[in-house]
């Protein structure tokens, strides 16, 4: 059978290793993604601040994949033909069309920076390598005036948004340069439902109280100038130094298919298979759930598509179901970094724990990552 697996990150990545070990050698399993690095996102914010170097969070994935026996491609992907079972992709080391016998699309999501008026010009962003070491640059020469960062509606991101904020503090702090700033940490929601339990929220607004940094709440930022973000009531937000996540949108390559929501994210059950078409499965950031996207979302939903695909193609009922959880930790803020755990498919409260040892468990997760695919 020819699996074919479009989009190298988290979603994809986890999807295609985990076939190659369930599945036999007689099976053909394809990566096609727009670029061979694979980029550790989590840890682009201490990037920006120079904790880590471009070297330890982005990596060239094609031999980790041959290693696998898992082909890559890379190129553009435009099409997808479900009923002819074929992708057409472009751009890239082959063109034309691909056929496959089952498909996982794991193509994240794409910028919406339409929606917001300037945002190219005027506000860093932390959604490569290149954008967060240019932030990086701005906040050595930041020493005065007032740094706002926040999500714009739909962005459904916050962790780099508050683990920027502290780490700038704590830079300030550490340079007996904190009076001097102002920090902002704007929100289009509420505390509570941007970290989606009450106790979680309430640790963060501790922790933001702690250093110093005002959170405003209910502001739906949608176009930026040289010096202030207007919301969409009207209201200015000045700002010398600004980074915003933007708003995101499913794939375009989902959005003709008849399989999506409002904002393009994919209807997909709880194997992980697209509603209403045959022999796919979508992962990731790409898909139709409620609450902030995360890599560990798409890590195990990649474990639990491949799974489900591989029972599939032995005539097998489905074997693995999504349970669908938030786990984050926000680092950044020394001895009260935090971690946050709930189970998003009941009302159970979250399980919150704070203290240094989560800054060190992201890194420990970050290195596991660096080291079993580079
Ligand atoms: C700054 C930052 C910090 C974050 N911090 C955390 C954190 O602390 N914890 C956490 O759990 N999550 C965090 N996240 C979120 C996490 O990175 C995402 O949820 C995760 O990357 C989603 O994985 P994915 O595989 O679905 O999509 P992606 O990682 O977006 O991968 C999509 C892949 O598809 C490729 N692609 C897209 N379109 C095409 C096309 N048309 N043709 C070919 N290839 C294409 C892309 O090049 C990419 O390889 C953070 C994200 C950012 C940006």
């Known amino acids: 059978m020819k699996v074919l697996i479009l989009g190298s990150g988290f979603g994809g990545v986890v999807a295609a290793e985990r076939l190659a070990e369930q599945l036999g050698d007689e099976h053909q399993i394809t990566l096609v993604s727009r670029s061979r690095q694979f980029v550790f996102y989590p840890a682009l914010v201490r ?164 250093h110093g940094i005002e959170f405003l709440s209910n502001l739906s930022i949608n176009s930026l100038t040289q010096n202030a973000a207007i919301t969409k009531s009207g209201d200015l937000i000045d700002f010398d130094l600004l980074m915003l996540v933007p708003p995101f949108r499913g794939s375009s390559a989902a959005s003709y298919l008849g399989i999506t929501n409002e904002d393009g994210y994919i209807h997909v059950d709880s194997t992980m298979r697209v509603n209403g078409l045959e022999r796919i499965y979508a992962v990731g950031d790409c898909v139709n759930f409620d609450g902030p996207k995360m890599g560990h979302m798409a890590v195990r939903q990649g474990e639990v598509a491949a799974a489900n695909l591989a029972a599939q193609i032995d005539g097998r009922a489905p074997v693995s179901h999504y349970q669908h959880e938030m786990r984050f930790v926000v680092d950044e803020i020394g001895t009260d970094s935090f971690y946050v755990r709930k189970d998003l498919s009941t009302d159970e409260p979250a399980t919150v724990r704070q203290g240094r040892f989560w800054s060190w468990a992201k890194r420990v997760h970050e290195k596991y990552w660096e080291v079993t695919h580079s």
């Not at 120079?50 to 190129?75: C, G, Q």
């Open 47 to 210: 990037l920006a601040f120079e904790k880590s170097e471009p070297a330890d969070v982005s990596f060239d994935l094609r031999h980790t994949m041959l290693n696998r026996r898992i082909n890559f491609i890379e190129a553009e992907v435009a099409h997808v033909h479900p009923v002819e079972r074929s992708v057409t992709i472009a751009n890239g080391q082959v063109e034309g069309r691909l056929p496959y016998d089952y498909l996982i699309f794991a193509l994240g999501r794409r910028l919406a920076t339409e929606r917001i008026t300037g945002f190219y010009e005027h506000a860093h962003h932390l959604l490569n390598v290149d954008k967060a070491i240019s932030f990086g640059n701005a906040i050595k020469k930041f020493h005065e005036g007032r740094a706002v960062f926040g999500q714009c509606p739909g962005a459904r991101l916050p962790v780099p948004v508050y683990e920027s904020a502290f780490a700038l503090a704590r830079r300030l702090e550490e340079k007996g340069e904190r009076e001097r700033v102002r920090i902002t940490v704007v929100s289009p929601t509420t505390l509570e439902s941007e970290i989606v339990d009450p106790a979680g929220a309430a640790a963060l607004k501790k922790a933001l109280e702690a």
